[in-house]
């Protein structure tokens, strides 16, 4: 490995996120089932899956051989009308999220790990987002411009999907990308990481 800090992940949306705190990484794919545990919470089901990231990545690298490495793993849970929002599949199913939401409020649950050979930290986000009363004709021109396949909720705030918004309410305004930086940072410095050092 070259750097000292691994992500793991090969989302491109994560990878573009952690780049722009301007770090060096790796990243590589955690192959973690992201299948939820009966009565897990939405917080619950992100945390443990950001934890089980990072730590199936540390073991597939042999993180003992870097005790000073640190492994990140993050992930999202959309959660709507008291069920979790699947990640669609293809652009059918990102149009039917969006018209289900349209004019209704979703809460998304975005966890961040961080691990070394020594101890572990976690935390998760919470984020409102309340979406604009569209029509089917809008939203499948959003569909179209944006391709949002595999994206919790079936948007990407990061582009276009931001003009389907008429709220978003979270303490971390990049959680909504899949990786919270303002989470990340404070832990990547409680385990000795400075960013602009």
């Known amino acids: 490995m070259s750097s000292q ?4 992940s090969t989302s491109i949306y994560r990878a573009r996120a952690l ?3 301007h770090i060096p990484f790796d990243a590589f794919d955690p192959k973690v089932d992201e299948t939820a545990h009966p009565d897990e919470s939405p917080a619950e089901l992100a945390k443990r899956l950001a934890i089980a990231k990072a730590r199936a990545t540390q073991s597939e690298l042999d993180g003992a051989d870097f005790p000073e490495t640190l492994f990140i793993g993050a992930d999202q849970v959309a ?4 069920r979790q929002l699947p990640k669609p599949a293809n652009l059918n199913e990102a149009l039917e999220n969006l018209v289900e939401l349209s004019g209704r409020t979703a809460v998304f649950q975005t966890a961040v790990a961080v691990l070394n050979g020594h101890e ?3 935390e998760c986000v919470e984020t409102l987002v309340e979406l604009r009363s569209l029509s089917a004709g809008q939203l499948q021109r959003y569909v179209n ?3 949002p ?6 948007f990407k705030v990061e582009s276009a999907g931001i003009g389907l918004f008429s709220r978003i309410e979270s303490s971390d305004p990049t959680a909504l990308e899949g990786l919270p930086l303002i ?3 404070a832990m990547l410095s409680q385990l000795g990481y400075e960013i602009f050092s």
């Open 183 to 185: 989470a990340l940072v």
């Open 145 to 147: 411009l944006d391709e």
């Open 19 to 21: 780049e722009r705190l």
């Open 120 to 122: 572990s930290l976690v």
């Open 5 to 8: 800090v691994v992500l793991a």
């Open 79 to 82: 959660w709507f009308d008291g």
């Open 149 to 154: 396949v595999n994206c919790a909720g079936g």
